[in-house]
């Protein structure tokens, strides 16, 4: 089973991201089980005991904003997952390159455009894993 932490402060952002993926990306790919936080401290919390495989942060959440807890988590976290933002503004996503995030999707949720950026990172994070070992895996 692979965990998507998705954070927003928003529950309707939450359900449009886990409706747009569904409980399977793609068929070469785990299940999906989704962690859905609402705060800044929770998504901290789960992504330092080792419990996403992949995070969809809400940019545009208060009063934790998702691109400083993608600077955060790169930042803190050994071997961090692969961190997806959600802007609203294509003049936001020069700032994901200061969040170090792994990718940027659009905000209104496109479910095709979300769901290939997760799919393209789950695979190479797994690639990672196998060509490094099961060591390298922290779940």
Known sequence: MTSIL???DD???RERVTSALGSRPAADLDAVEFIEVSTGPAVLDTVDHGEADL???DAEAAPFGGMGLSRQIHNEITDPPPVILLVARRDDRWLATWSM???VAAHPIDP???TATVV???RARIATVAAVGPAADPH
């Open 6 to 8: 998705v954070y927003s």
């Open 11 to 13: 529950p309707d952002v």
């Open 55 to 57: 995070c969809v942060l």
């Open 101 to 103: 995030a792994d990718a």
């Open 112 to 114: 095709a455009d979300l």
């Open 120 to 122: 393209r990172l789950l």
